[in-house]
Structure formats: C-alpha cells, structure tokens
C-alpha cells in the first residue's frame, strides 16, 4: 500500500511538472521582447517630401552645373588661344594669358568644391529633417505595436530578418498622411 501511494505521488508529482513544463514556452514567449526594422533610406526614396526634396537638389544642381560647364567652355577657349597662338604672341601677352588661364582653373576648381559642399550640405539639411519627422512616427508605432526595439535594417548590421518585421510601408503610409 506504501508503494502504491507512493506511485501515485510521484505520479501526481511528475503531472505537475510536466503541467509547469507545458506552460513554460508560453510565458516565455509572451514575455519575449518584440522587434522590428525600418529601411530609412528606402522610406526616404519613397515619402513625397523626400522625392520633392530629391527634385529640388537635382535642379539646383543642374543650373550649377551649367555654370560650371560654361566656365569650363571660356577656359578651353583660352587654352586653344594660347596654344594656337603662342608662336605669334609677344612673350608679355602670352604670360598674360598664361596667368589668366591658371586663375581660371582655381577659380573653376574652387567653384567644383563649394557647389559640392553646398549641395551636400542641403541634402544633409533635408534628410535630417524628414529623419526627425520619421523618428516621431516610429515612436509612435512602437508604442502601439508594443515593440521593444526597432533597428534601422541598413545600418545594424541586421543579416536576417522576416519580412513581418519591416515596418517601412507603413512608416511611408503614415509620413505622407500627416502632411
């Protein structure tokens, strides 16, 4: 009789265990942290202000280029002037535009360099404007979608992720709402 109570302790015993044992992936999964990722630059393509922002830097790019292209022009014509003619000219008219020529090219230089920190310093402008406006919406859908941690799959060295996890479409879809 001793031996069968003791049966059916252990029996009851090894029953709530694996009762505990069947409830544990449970608790550990309500308790494990959610994640997602966002793509900022794809959310950056795709947004409207990004895209009118985008447009704005191209044409603003386009008319320094032209001139830059049209500096370019007068110091070829320059150049071709003083190679063509340089059997022909005095050696004080030929220094002259030798001088000329010379300036010209730092001058087309220096204009190359600041064109290039201008535009980059306006696209860094933008971008970290629509950034700050992206950061309040991620904020927020974390918040209600109860996430832990959002990384930005681009930059966190994310190797793999299901695609459930991405929440660009709907950083998108809200950015451009709250126009």
Known sequence: MTRIALSARAMSLAIALLGVL?????????????????????????????????????????????????KQKELLKLKEELEQGAMMMKEDVKREKALKYQKGLIELQQMHMTMQRELVGAEQKATR?????????????AKEGKYDLVLERTESAVLFAKDTMDMTAELIKRYNAAK
């Open 22 to 70: 069947v409830l544990l992936p449970s608790v550990a999964a309500a308790q494990a942290p959610t994640s997602g990722y966002v793509q900022l630059q794809r959310a950056l393509d795709e947004v409207e202000e990004g895209k009118t922002e985008r447009a704005k830097l191209k044409k603003d790019f386009e008319g320094k280029q032209k001139q830059l292209d049209k």
């Open 129 to 141: 404007k629509i950034f700050k406006k992206m950061e309040g919406i991620i904020v927020a859908m």
